[in-house]
């Protein structure tokens, strides 16, 4: 690669510093906190998040998702039931999430069990998503092979004639997954690689915060 070598890109973090004395005793709340901050912060698209699943040829497998809402039960993301995270996590109902917010260097770990939403909170949410998107639920059949764009955009247009005039259902392979926590780690760059990391971990149904070594 031409350049400055992969070896000797680095960077100091300087900006914050975490304690255990800083941080609110619900991960949720202090996850609110942080993404809040992002926010202020013009981090483009905080809510993206690294979600990495198990296959079933024992490979993890991550990817880039948007994160739809948090709550005390979870973190919530939309997709495609048949696409390769769908049938990862139909084999493997678990998953981690990564958060990097570099304005603010600062990352955040999930991870813990996956469910399906009900119906109902799928449909609640896919009849405010702008028609676009709508449609491209219906178009695409997420992680299969196609041989090439035209194929997409043949399939839009007949969709977009089927459904003219008229509001657009749910898929039934499309909706949410709920992600719940059983370990959430918060991590702030330090300088000297001496980064600050503080993890959540549930313990039966109280969270335990403790400080891990960088």
Same mark, same amino acid.
């Given at each position: $690669?031409?350049? *400055?070598?992969?070896?000797?890109?680095r960077?100091?973090?300087?900006?914050?510093?975490?304690?255990?004395?800083?941080?609110? *005793?619900?991960? @949720?709340?202090? @996850?609110?906190?942080? @993404?809040?901050?992002?926010?202020?912060?013009?981090?483009?698209?905080?809510?993206? $998040?690294?979600?990495?699943?198990?296959?079933?040829?024992?490979?993890?497998?991550?990817?880039?998702?948007?994160?739809?809402?948090?709550d005390?039960t979870?973190?919530?993301?939309?997709?495609?039931?048949?696409?390769?995270?769908?049938?990862d996590?139909k084999?493997?109902?678990?998953?981690?999430?990564?958060?990097?917010?570099?304005?603010?260097?600062?990352?955040?770990?999930?991870?813990?069990?996956?469910?399906?939403?009900?119906?109902?909170?799928?449909?609640a949410? @896919?009849?405010?998503?702008?028609?676009?998107?709508?449609?491209?639920a219906?178009?695409?059949?997420?992680?299969?092979?196609?041989?090439?764009?035209?194929?997409?955009?043949?399939r839009?247009?007949?969709?977009?004639?089927?459904?003219?005039?008229?509001?657009?259902?749910?898929?039934?392979?499309?909706?949410?997954?709920r992600? *719940?926590?059983?370990?959430?780690e918060?991590?702030?760059?330090?300088?000297?690689?001496?980064?600050d990391?503080?993890?959540?971990?549930?313990?039966?149904?109280?969270?335990?915060?403790?400080?891990?070594?960088?």
């Amino acid at each position: $690669m031409a350049g *400055t070598k992969l070896a000797d890109l680095r960077k100091d973090y300087t900006l914050n510093g975490l304690s255990k004395q800083d941080v609110l *005793t619900n991960p @949720f709340k202090q @996850f609110e906190k942080w @993404f809040l901050e992002a926010q202020s912060a013009e981090v483009i698209e905080p809510n993206a $998040m690294v979600l990495s699943t198990l296959g079933e040829d024992g490979y993890p497998h991550g990817r880039v998702v948007l994160l739809k809402e948090v709550d005390s039960t979870g973190f919530l993301f939309y997709t495609n039931y048949n696409s390769h995270k769908g049938a990862d996590l139909k084999i493997h109902p678990v998953a981690s999430l990564t958060f990097w917010w570099s304005a603010l260097e600062r990352q955040v770990r999930v991870t813990g069990p996956v469910e399906r939403v009900q119906d109902e909170e799928s449909d609640a949410y @896919f009849s405010i998503r702008p028609r676009g998107s709508q449609l491209g639920a219906w178009v695409s059949e997420q992680s299969e092979v196609i041989e090439n764009r035209s194929f997409l955009t043949e399939r839009l247009a007949h969709l977009e004639q089927r459904f003219q005039d008229q509001p657009i259902p749910r898929p039934p392979h499309w909706g949410g997954y709920r992600v *719940t926590p059983i370990e959430i780690e918060f991590w702030q760059g330090r300088p000297s690689r001496l980064h600050d990391r503080i993890r959540y971990r549930l313990e039966k149904t109280e969270w335990k915060i403790e400080r891990l070594s960088p």
